[in-house]
Every structure is written in C-alpha cells, then in structure tokens.
C-alpha cells in the first residue's frame, strides 16, 4: 500500500523539504555506467520530494495549477531560441546515429511545434479540473450517505521515447490532475526534454506550486530506469510510453502498477460499400500523414468486393509508400512487394504499409483479432449495419467509422493532450488524459450510526 501523503499548506513546501535528511537529485547527468546503489538513491530522493510534492497539489486549487501551466506556456514562448538550439544538438546526434526519417521527424522541433506544446499547455489548463468531483453518491436505508469522489494517483512515473513533447504533455497532465510527476525522457531527447522541462518547473514554481512537481530524471543511464521501476511506496504508477522494447522491460521489471501504452498495429478496413473517394482520402492520410506517430495505419484491409481495390493501392504506391501484400493484393499491382508473416505483425512507423485482402467485414474482423495491438482500428464503410457489426466486435482501445486513425490523439479528443493511450483493459483506455490520472475514494457521511 502507497504511503500515506500528508497534505502539506502551499507555501510550508520549501520548510519541510529543507527538513528532509536525503540527497538532492544531481543537477547535471551523472557518470555513466552508475551503480545499482547510487541509481536508487537518486530515485529514492526524487520519489520521497515528489511525494511531498504531491501532497501540495492533492489541495491545489483549480486556479493555481491552471496558472503554473499559463505562466509555463509563456516561457516556453518566450525560450524558443534556446529550446531550438538544445533540439538542433539532439538532430544532429541523431543524424551522426543514422536515425531513422520517421524517428528524426519524431523528435524535431520547430517553431510550430513548440507552439502546438505551448498551446496544449494553455488546452489543459482550460480543461475541467477532475480532483474532487463527485462520481456518484447514494443514501443507505439506515441514513449513512456515500459518495466516491475524485482523487489523484499520487506520483506518476513516466518513461516515453523519442518525442520532446511528450516531457510538456505528461507533465501537465499529470499536474491538472493533481500529481506529482518523474519523468525520464530517452537519451535521443535529452537536450530538447531538458528545455522544454525547465520551462515547466519555472511556470510551476512562479505560481507557487514545488518545483519537485514535475522532475526530470537527470541521467540517460539504464539503472535509473531499473531504480523507477522498483521505487515501491515512493511511485504509485508507471507509464511507459515507447517501443515493444521498453514497454517489455517495463512490464518484466516493475515492482509498481503499470498503465501500458503499447505499440500502434493499426487497421484501416475499406469495405465493398465504400465511397472511393472518401477511402483514398482517408487511408492515405491514415498511413501517410506522419508515418512516426501511434495512431499511424500499419496494414490496410481491404474487402473482396471492393470495386476501386487498384486506384487504391496505386494513390498510396504514387504517393511514395512501400507495400507489402498478400498474393491477392500483390495482383492488384506489380510494385507490390510480398509480405512475410512478420508483416502483419510490424509497427513500421516509416511509409511502409502492409495489405491484405480480406472476405468481407467478418475476414476483417478475423486479422484483427489475430494481428492487432488492441490500439486503433477504423472502417470505411457506407453500409451502417455493417460499420456498427465492426464498431461493436473489434476489441481496441480506439475503433473508428470513416475517419483516419492518425485522430486517436488526446487533443483531437478534446482532452488537452494525453500521457499516452492505454491498450489494456484496467484503470484506463484510450488515451489517458485527467481523468485517467485519478482514483477515487468513497466518503461516508452520518449521523451516529453503529453496526449491529
């Protein structure tokens, strides 16, 4: 059981910190490779500050957790020069490491971009505040009222790969919501995650909340992770937020609950009452749009009875995607690529695309459940039985009806932003916004009532 978190008064934080016989995290990142022992006790003084911490926000107000993200949002414009150039040293690593496209278009940044984290920032701190709502609430016949109300997690340990923004997204989050935050960001990033996280400790710390509200784990080195993972009774939850790798490693070793974002296998299925127009549309957007992100389709269904089947695949090859088919699709064009049976199971986040052909609705529903990572699967159809039959049977997290799949995103949901989007079936799914960063507690209300 999580320890218990005394509810600190807001401006008491820094007295009690500075009373606490633990050492500070390390300002700059430490020598590497580091022991077991010292990556624990960097986690150890980390999780024991972002506890405090999280007491402090467990009583914010609305207001002030809002105003740390606007007074955040206006660094980060105000910083743009300097998280450019930290983001420029991250590229050219990357371009010395070989990167891949899709992973260098993952992690740059440009003055667009800061200003989408900028305005997310400003989106989440619009967003109803969830700490304290009333869930429901009844009265029992011998007059004891109950209720069960909103509460936050307490200290969320985030690990997530490659996109700077995740570091602004997760961390704002996780603060509405009233947590306390401990970020580690992957080595690729460091130098942008850096920037864009000082930014929201200024913007945090200026409205009066503790800056150990949202921490950035100050090391690329692995044992850190070990150390997060196992931090019983300091981290209340762990979100992963990457490949197949980290998601495995995070699952095999956590000694926390996990809330599991795992890879994005996508389908887009056009069926045989497709409109052409609106299928090329969409599936080309669903693959093409940006090929790195999750929601991005990774193999395309396609019915047996879908008439426009060439001019289809022809719009993806022509638009510079990669295909790899089955024989049936392989017909359909001779630049068509034979697919493996590791094909229907791959995250290619590049322009490259698996595709079947499929035996109606039914066959499509059939891949999916064999093949599919349970994140975002659509259907193009214009037959509404049919696309109801899909919606209902498909079991993702996200399933669709005539949209791309590159929509599952927390701010296309009105949710803000999202700390990632949860594949499994407990706590959350889909993506995990406020809401899905808190608990409940019930509260009993009576009047003098004993148990006979």
Same mark, same amino acid.
């Given at each position: 059981?999580?320890?218990?978190?005394?509810?600190?008064?807001?401006?008491?934080?820094?007295?009690?910190?500075?009373?606490?016989?633990?050492?500070?995290?390390?300002?700059?990142?430490?020598?590497?490779?580091?022991?077991?022992?010292?990556?624990?006790?960097?986690?150890?003084?980390?999780?024991?500050?972002?506890?405090?911490?999280?007491?402090?926000?467990?009583?914010?107000?609305?207001?002030?957790?809002?105003?740390?993200?606007?007074?955040?949002?206006?660094?980060?414009?105000?910083?743009?020069?300097?998280?450019?150039?930290?983001?420029? @040293?991250?590229?050219?690593?990357?371009?010395?490491?070989?990167?891949?496209?899709?992973?260098?278009?993952?992690?740059?940044?440009?003055?667009?971009?800061? @200003?989408?984290?900028?305005?997310?920032?400003?989106?989440?701190?619009?967003?109803?505040?969830?700490?304290?709502?009333?869930?429901?609430?009844?009265?029992?016949?011998?007059?004891?009222?109950?209720?069960?109300?909103?509460?936050?997690?307490?200290?969320?340990?985030?690990?997530?790969? $490659?996109?700077?923004?995740?570091?602004?997204?997760?961390? /704002?989050?996780?603060?509405?919501? &009233?947590?306390?935050?401990?970020?580690?960001?992957?080595?690729?990033?460091?130098?942008?995650?850096?920037?864009?996280?000082?930014?929201?400790?200024? &913007?945090?710390?200026?409205? &009066?909340?503790?800056?150990?509200?949202?921490?950035?784990?100050?090391?690329?080195?692995?044992?850190?992770?070990?150390?997060?993972?196992?931090?019983?009774?300091?981290?209340?939850?762990?979100?992963?937020?990457?490949?197949?790798?980290?998601?495995?490693?995070?699952?095999?070793? /956590?000694?926390?609950?996990?809330?599991?974002?795992?890879?994005?296998?996508?389908?887009?299925?056009?069926?045989? $009452?497709?409109?052409?127009?609106?299928? @090329?549309?969409?599936?080309?957007?669903?693959?093409?749009?940006?090929?790195?992100?999750?929601?991005?389709?990774?193999?395309?269904?396609?019915?047996?009875?879908?008439? /426009?089947?060439?001019?289809?695949?022809?719009?993806?090859?022509? /638009?510079?995607?990669?295909?790899?088919?089955?024989?049936?699709?392989?017909?359909?064009?001779?630049?068509?690529?034979?697919?493996?049976?590791?094909?229907?199971?791959?995250?290619?986040?590049?322009?490259?695309?698996?595709?079947?052909?499929?035996?109606?609705?039914?066959?499509?529903?059939?891949?999916?459940?064999?093949?599919?990572?349970?994140?975002?699967?659509?259907?193009?159809?214009?037959?509404?039985?049919?696309?109801?039959?899909?919606?209902?049977?498909?079991?993702?997290?996200?399933?669709?009806?005539?949209?791309?799949?590159?929509?599952?995103?927390?701010?296309?949901?009105?949710?803000?932003?999202?700390?990632?989007?949860?594949?499994?079936?407990?706590?959350?799914?889909?993506?995990?916004?406020?809401?899905?960063?808190?608990?409940?507690?019930?509260?009993?209300?009576?009047?003098?009532?004993?148990?006979?």
């Amino acid at each position: 059981m999580p320890a218990r978190v005394e509810a600190v008064p807001i401006d008491d934080h820094s007295a009690r910190l500075a009373r606490m016989d633990m050492p500070l995290p390390p300002a700059t990142p430490a020598a590497s490779p580091m022991s077991e022992a010292d990556a624990t006790a960097l986690i150890d003084a980390m999780g024991a500050r972002a506890k405090i911490a999280a007491g402090v926000l467990a009583s914010a107000s609305t207001a002030r957790k809002a105003d740390a993200l606007l007074r955040a949002a206006a660094l980060l414009r105000e910083r743009l020069p300097a998280i450019l150039a930290a983001n420029q @040293e991250d590229m050219a690593r990357a371009d010395a490491a070989g990167m891949a496209p899709a992973m260098r278009d993952r992690l740059r940044l440009d003055a667009a971009r800061v @200003e989408g984290i900028a305005s997310a920032l400003e989106a989440v701190a619009k967003l109803d505040d969830p700490v304290g709502r009333v869930i429901d609430a009844n009265e029992r016949p011998n007059g004891l009222r109950l209720s069960r109300v909103r509460v936050p997690l307490g200290v969320v340990g985030i690990i997530f790969e $490659s996109r700077p923004n995740v570091t602004a997204d997760a961390g /704002a989050l996780a603060l509405m919501a &009233g947590n306390a935050a401990i970020l580690r960001g992957g080595s690729e990033a460091r130098a942008s995650n850096a920037a864009i996280h000082a930014a929201l400790a200024d &913007g945090i710390e200026a409205a &009066g909340l503790p800056r150990d509200a949202v921490q950035m784990i100050p090391t690329p080195d692995r044992a850190a992770v070990g150390a997060l993972l196992r931090a019983q009774g300091l981290v209340d939850i762990i979100v992963p937020r990457g490949g197949k790798g980290l998601v495995a490693r995070v699952q095999e070793e /956590a000694r926390v609950p996990v809330l599991a974002h795992l890879d994005g296998i996508n389908h887009s299925f056009v069926h045989a $009452s497709a409109d052409p127009a609106m299928a @090329e549309a969409i599936v080309v957007n669903a693959k093409l749009r940006r090929t790195g992100v999750c929601g991005a389709t990774e193999t395309l269904l396609i019915d047996r009875g879908y008439a /426009a089947a060439t001019p289809l695949v022809k719009a993806l090859l022509g /638009a510079g995607c990669v295909l790899r088919g089955d024989p049936q699709a392989q017909a359909l064009d001779p630049r068509i690529e034979a697919a493996d049976d590791s094909d229907w199971d791959t995250e290619y986040l590049d322009a490259i695309c698996s595709v079947a052909i499929v035996d109606g609705v039914d066959g499509a529903i059939a891949h999916i459940a064999a093949h599919a990572s349970h994140h975002t699967d659509a259907i193009v159809a214009e037959d509404a039985a049919t696309a109801e039959r899909f919606l209902a049977a498909v079991d993702s997290a996200i399933v669709m009806w005539n949209a791309s799949t590159q929509f599952a995103d927390g701010g296309e949901f009105g949710l803000g932003a999202e700390i990632g989007i949860s594949t499994g079936r407990l706590h959350a799914r889909g993506p995990v916004a406020l809401e899905g960063l808190t608990t409940y507690k019930w509260v009993v209300r009576g009047n003098g009532q004993t148990r006979p």
